[in-house]
């Protein structure tokens, strides 16, 4: 509980080595996380930044946050950041994105997430109603996708991302939903996955 409930904090010049940062910033009033090796070697993550709302961006597209192998459980690490839009990773593959993004109803986009160590996604993209992008690999459990923004290109591109496995994934309530074609459904049933719609 470092810096919970403090203003904006710089994290420009500070640097994390094997630490346990549950709960550090929880409701801060950061802005933006741009410091692209600030959770290299981060070895606990849970509920970090959840009710930052004031929290905009983790990363941009050509410098996301560097998680350096990062496979620990991100549960509800940024929930409730009302505000926070653009999540950028690389080098992170956790076990468990249990809430991790819950109630985060501006968020658009997030990437670079590898599934390879997932075993929980309960509520993981829960009220992110404005979530269009995802870009996530090797994912091996169902998730769900429901109630967020998603055309139908979007949808395509998540399905094109899934790896040949059996689950669900549930794609209810979003824009795209109903424009969803045979062929766009085949992209994923092919791959063994049940697609709730």
Same mark, same amino acid.
């Given at each position: 509980?470092?810096?919970?409930?403090?203003?904006?904090?710089?994290?420009?010049?500070?640097?994390?080595?094997?630490?346990?940062?549950?709960?550090?910033?929880?409701?801060?009033?950061?802005?933006?996380?741009?410091?692209?090796? %600030? *959770?290299?070697?981060?070895?606990? *993550?849970?509920?970090?930044?959840?009710?930052?709302?004031?929290?905009?961006? #983790?990363?941009?597209?050509?410098?996301?946050?560097?998680?350096?192998?990062?496979?620990?459980?991100?549960?509800?690490? %940024?929930?409730?950041?009302?505000?926070?839009?653009?999540?950028? %990773?690389?080098?992170?593959?956790?076990?468990? #994105?249990?809430?991790?993004?819950?109630?985060?109803?501006?968020?658009?986009?997030?990437?670079?997430?590898?599934?390879?160590?997932?075993?929980?996604?309960?509520?993981?993209?829960?009220?992110?109603?404005?979530?269009?992008?995802?870009?996530?690999?090797?994912?091996?459990?169902?998730?769900?996708?429901?109630?967020?923004?998603?055309?139908?290109?979007?949808?395509?591109?998540? %399905?094109?991302?899934?790896?040949?496995?059996?689950?669900?994934?549930?794609?209810?309530?979003?824009?795209?939903?109903?424009?969803?074609?045979?062929?766009?459904?085949?992209?994923?049933?092919?791959?063994?996955?049940?697609?709730?719609?």
């Amino acid at each position: 509980n470092t810096f919970q409930d403090c203003g904006d904090v710089d994290l420009d010049d500070m640097q994390t080595s094997g630490s346990y940062m549950r709960q550090t910033f929880n409701r801060t009033q950061i802005s933006g996380i741009f410091n692209q090796n %600030f *959770f290299d070697s981060v070895s606990d *993550f849970g509920q970090s930044f959840s009710s930052g709302t004031r929290l905009l961006y #983790l990363g941009t597209p050509s410098t996301p946050l560097d998680w350096g192998g990062f496979s620990g459980s991100m549960g509800e690490s %940024f929930s409730s950041c009302v505000s926070l839009r653009h999540a950028y %990773f690389q080098n992170f593959s956790p076990s468990s #994105l249990d809430r991790t993004f819950k109630n985060c109803n501006s968020l658009e986009t997030v990437s670079g997430i590898n599934c390879t160590n997932l075993t929980n996604s309960t509520n993981a993209f829960q009220n992110c109603h404005s979530l269009s992008t995802l870009e996530i690999s090797n994912i091996g459990i169902s998730f769900s996708l429901e109630d967020c923004n998603f055309n139908q290109a979007g949808l395509v591109n998540v %399905f094109n991302d899934l790896p040949s496995v059996t689950a669900t994934i549930t794609v209810t309530d979003n824009p795209g939903t109903g424009d969803l074609t045979a062929a766009n459904l085949l992209i994923a049933t092919a791959k063994g996955w049940t697609v709730t719609s």
